[in-house]
């Protein structure tokens, strides 16, 4: 993806002492990112702070976040917002945070457009408060011409659940006749999950220090490199990206076979 050489020297001036773009080789600006965001919590509670005020504070993390990738030119930013375990939270925490997605979206409806950033979301959004469906869909609809990055929300996400349904829709078609069971190959199942269309992400980021996939992409990470900061969520900042993405070029892609080098 193209991007502005001046916004990008603005945007990343007054570097911190360890990272600045000079670190950076923008020719090799992995594709698709995708964040686990983890620690709005435990950064609220270390504030004597309710935990919906972490989740707050997480917007504009995020916020910022959108923003870089556009400024680095990344194709795809996605974001894991909201699991199919997350249900389990207390009815309060949830009601908050599908609230927190709506007026969100909502808000930043004109960024989006500022950036020509295209909305796209993955899970079973049927579960989810009316509220937040409507706003949802109006989001697809007011940026589905926009030409820009992709930035892609899981929202009642489940990889498993993913997974699982990609295997019914094909058996079903093998059912009705419509599918040879010998022609489901990778392809086949990857056309059916919900990131259908969406390229495999490059690198994984978590934050908050917590080393698990916590049921996040399991056929999507395949070949991706990761990268956990202890840094929680809401202190994410734009050098903390850098860092990541500095890390991620350091690394040789092997995808399964041998770099010469
Ligand atoms: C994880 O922190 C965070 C979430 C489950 C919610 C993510 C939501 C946001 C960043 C708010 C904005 C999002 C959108 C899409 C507008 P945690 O609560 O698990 O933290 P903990 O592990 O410290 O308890």
Redesign the pocket.
């Known amino acids: 993806m193209r991007y502005d050489e001046a916004k990008l020297a603005e945007y990343f001036s007054q570097a911190p002492e360890d990272v600045s773009l000079a670190d950076i080789d923008m020719a090799r600006i992995p594709g698709h990112v995708s964040i686990?965001?983890?620690?709005?919590?435990?950064?609220?509670?270390a504030r004597g702070l309710d935990?919906s005020r972490?989740?707050?504070a997480?917007?504009d993390?995020?916020r910022e976040a959108v923003t870089t990738s556009v400024r680095l030119g990344l194709d795809v930013l996605s974001?894991?917002?909201?699991?199919t375990e997350?249900w389990k939270?207390p009815q309060e925490?949830v009601n908050m945070?599908m609230h927190?997605?709506a007026t969100?979206?909502l808000h930043?409806l004109p960024l989006f457009h500022q950036e020509n950033v295209r909305l796209r979301f993955f899970g079973d959004l049927e579960a989810l408060p009316e509220e937040t469906r409507k706003v949802f869909q109006q989001g697809l609809d007011e940026t589905a011409a926009n030409t820009g990055m992709t930035f892609a929300?899981a929202?009642n996400y489940g990889s498993r659940a993913e997974l699982a349904r990609a295997a019914r829709v094909l058996a079903q078609r093998v059912q009705d006749g419509e599918l040879d069971a010998s022609a489901i190959d990778e392809n086949a199942l990857a056309s059916e999950l919900y990131t259908a269309g969406l390229p495999d992400p490059d690198l994984l980021i978590r934050t908050?220090g917590?080393l698990r996939l916590s049921n996040y992409l399991l056929w999507q990470l395949a070949y991706t490199e990761f990268y956990v900061t202890p840094t929680?969520?809401?202190d994410f900042s734009r050098w903390e990206f850098l860092r990541a993405i500095k890390s991620f070029q350091g690394r040789k892609r092997r995808f399964g076979g041998v770099v010469n080098s």
Not at 36 to 45: F, L, T
């Open positions: 686990i965001m983890d620690g709005n919590g435990r950064w609220a509670q935990r972490g989740h707050v997480g917007v993390s995020l974001v894991y917002a909201f699991s997350n939270r925490e945070l927190l997605f969100t979206l930043e929300l929202v908050s917590e929680l969520w809401p």
